[in-house]
């Protein structure tokens, strides 16, 4: 019988201390991350955190800079590994296939930052190596993207206003018909949780 894994990526520290964090696609990523780990562990699967550092860059994903770690309100449970990347999907550079294979993992959830970015990458290769994929899109959070031809030297006044910049609701539409039905089954966190849904805004 095969197991299930839920891949927490990159929910740490280090996209916090970028100004365009009060721009995210989802102010309870924390909350809604909780939820899905909260869900698995009950279940008996293996929960997996991962992190991306560029070491030497001196940016913000530099680990010398102390903000590699996971965001305040989200923290591994006893035997559960945290893998440190250094490419945008959580498998090329780490050992995850390996933890995934030996645990007898064929069904794998993810979430994380950016939903565009690593998570979906992620959700790609996993599902090019054999992978059932569940894609949580309300467990992930995303920014809005500027225009490849706005320069890089432009402030984020700029970029937001910028017509051409994809919004946050476009790159989350995007992203979900881009993987489901071809990459990934995309969920929510209600339906993963087995939550009743609550009920839309008035």
């Known amino acids: 019988m095969s197991?299930?894994?839920?891949?927490?990526?990159?929910?740490?520290?280090?996209?916090?201390?970028?100004p365009i964090w009060a721009y995210g696609?989802?102010?309870?990523?924390?909350?809604?991350?909780?939820?899905?780990?909260d869900a698995a562990r009950g279940r008996g699967d293996l929960v997996v955190w991962v992190l991306h550092?560029?070491?030497?860059?001196?940016?913000?994903?530099?680990?010398?800079?102390?903000?590699?770690?996971?965001?305040?309100?989200?923290?591994?449970?006893?035997?559960?590994?945290t893998l440190v990347k250094t490419s945008h999907n959580a498998f090329t550079t780490t050992n995850l296939q390996q933890l995934l294979t030996?645990?007898?993992?064929?069904?794998?959830?993810?979430?994380?930052?950016?939903?565009?970015?690593?998570?979906?990458?992620?959700?790609?290769?996993?599902?090019?190596?054999?992978y059932r994929m569940t894609f949580v899109t309300d467990a992930t959070m995303t920014f809005p993207i500027p225009h490849r031809d706005l320069p890089e030297t432009a402030g984020l006044?700029?970029?937001?206003?910028?017509?051409?910049?994809?919004?946050?609701?476009e790159i989350v539409r995007r992203t979900e018909y881009a993987l489901a039905g071809r990459f990934a089954?995309?969920?929510?966190?209600?339906?993963?949780?087995?939550?009743?849904?609550?009920r839309p805004r008035s």
């Open 157 to 169: 006044a700029e970029v937001l206003a910028d017509p051409r910049t994809l919004s946050n609701e």
């Open 3 to 18: 197991r299930a894994a839920l891949v927490v990526i990159d929910v740490q520290e280090s996209f916090r201390q970028r």
């Open 53 to 81: 550092a560029e070491p030497g860059t001196g940016g913000v994903f530099d680990p010398a800079l102390g903000h590699v770690r996971l965001i305040d309100g989200l923290a591994p449970g006893e035997g559960e590994p």
């Open 25 to 37: 696609s989802n102010p309870d990523i924390v909350g809604q991350v909780d939820r899905l780990v």
């Open 185 to 198: 089954t995309v969920r929510t966190v209600d339906e993963v949780t087995g939550a009743i849904p609550a």
């Open 102 to 130: 030996l645990a007898g993992v064929r069904d794998v959830t993810v979430c994380g930052i950016r939903t565009e970015q690593c998570v979906e990458t992620t959700t790609r290769v996993g599902a090019d190596l054999g």
